[in-house]
């Protein structure tokens, strides 16, 4: 699996110091809320980001997952968002909801789940993504809180999948061209 690699853009020790980082950013800046926090981890991708992130907030918290479908075919966003998997909550209205998704690329998957978590009576909706890759926005969406951002490169690792693969790597690195070429097919 290594060897599709091109280079390591994120090594697990870079990735432990930025979730420190954005753990202790988020620990401060709720810690006087008098909502409880949520975290929606957005599937699949964000599954090991929202693990470490979590790990690291020192409030009481909640977990929840969404699930959307943005990419039709090819390493570019379709641009249609479907929501697969909703939010069930009542008490939209009382809580801190903060959105957890591992990179941003248009920027229309979590500009749309926004939109539409609002749209059903949410009060606080901030975004939390791990990485983004600002060259490739579309729509004008800037994340709350960010990791890093990154040139435009498709990566892969710590959550982030090429053809479903890959998601398992412990670091986040940049697939060799040869692996997905021209034309290929992403999830
Ligand atoms: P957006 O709606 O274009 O911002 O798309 C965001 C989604 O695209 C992310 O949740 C990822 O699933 C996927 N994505 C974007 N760039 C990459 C990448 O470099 N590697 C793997 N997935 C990516
Ligand atoms: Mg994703």
Redesign the pocket.
Known sequence: MKDKIKYVLLSEEEIDSITDFLAEKITDDYKNSDKKLVLVC?LK??IVFTGELMKKISLPLEVEAMKVS??GAG?V?SGA?SIQLDLMRDDLDKIDLLIV??????????S?ICEHLKGKGAKSVKTCAL?D?PD???VD?EPDYRGKIIPD????GFG???NEEYRNLPFIGVLKPEVYGEGAV?S
């Open positions: 957005l991708g964000s943005s990419y390493t966003s968002v998704e591992d990179i941003v690329d248009s920027g229309i998957t979590l749309k990485l890759k490739r926005r579309v969406f490169e498709f990566v892969v982030l999948d090429y992403n």
